[in-house]
T-cell receptor, first 111, second 117 residues
Framework: SQQGEEDPQALSIQEGENATMNCSYK?????LQWYRQNSGRGLVHLIL?????REKHSGRLRVTLDTSKKSSSLLITASRAADTASYFC???????????FGTGTRLTIIP | GAGVSQSPRYKVTKRGQDVALRCDPI?????LYWYRQALGQGPEFLTY??????QDKSGLPNDRFSAERPEGSISTLTIQRTEQRDSAMYRC??????WGSGANVLTFGAGSRLTVL
């Protein structure tokens, strides 16, 4: 079963614009992670945010976490064609090593 | 190895046959996960190993699915008496962190695409 749901399911923006995608989940978590998947290839880890953190940055990525609303957002600034991919959030509960993935957001960057 | 290696990359089999999918994790990685991913969907958890111990197999769909990691390194996912609904991409991932570390970042392999005719 999928714990998280990403919103929107698909997003198309012009190169250079910022892209924001959201993730909602159902149960309390230990950490939340974002992964990228290019065109059917393997998933690549982008960033991890712990439940006691509210915001984290990595290069052009900014992740926020609101545990009261059980939601997270991923912001990609100054988008590039190479950012075209599917983005998945994944959550880990306390006391459980299972990482549960959401349904994904398909991001298309238009050159 | 440098990354997580899965074989075969593609497997076409007839309904009723058994298949074995292999995963060779990154050297030294303690944790190993199996996921299944349908087209257009997120990965669905199947099972997890901490060293050679299968800690969680709650995601295995039924008793036709089994997995092992006998020496705490290479793992095999076996599907017996395959059915068409088993067709999917099967992905393996490994993590340096051990059970209970709380920070398990996964490195995924390229996957094994299974097609059951």
């Amino acid at each position: 079963s999928q714990q998280g749901e990403e919103d929107p399911q698909a997003l198309s923006i012009q190169e250079g614009e910022n892209a924001t995608m959201n993730c909602s989940y159902k149960t309390s978590i230990n950490n939340l992670q974002w992964y990228r998947q290019n065109s059917g290839r393997g998933l690549v880890h982008l960033i991890l945010i712990r439940s006691n953190e509210r915001e984290k940055h990595s290069g052009r990525l900014r992740v926020t976490l609101d545990t009261s609303k059980k939601s997270s957002s991923l912001l990609i600034t100054a988008s590039r064609a190479a950012d075209t991919a599917s983005y998945f959030c994944a959550t880990r509960r306390f006391g459980n090593e299972k990482l549960t993935f959401g349904t994904g957001t398909r991001l298309t960057i238009i050159p | 190895g440098a990354g997580v290696s899965q074989s075969p990359r593609y497997k076409v089999t007839k309904r009723g046959q058994d298949v074995a999918l292999r995963c060779d994790p990154i050297s030294g990685h303690v944790s190993l996960y199996w996921y299944r991913q349908a087209l257009g969907q997120g990965p669905e958890f199947l099972t997890y190993f901490n060293y050679e111990a299968q800690q969680d197999k709650s995601g295995l769909p039924n008793d036709r699915f089994s997995a092992e990691r006998p020496e705490g390194s290479i793992s095999t996912l076996t599907i017996q008496r395959t059915e068409q609904r088993d067709s999917a991409m099967y992905r393996c991932a490994s993590s340096l962190e051990a059970w209970g570390s709380g920070a398990n970042v996964l490195t995924f392999g390229a996957g094994s695409r299974l097609t059951v005719l």
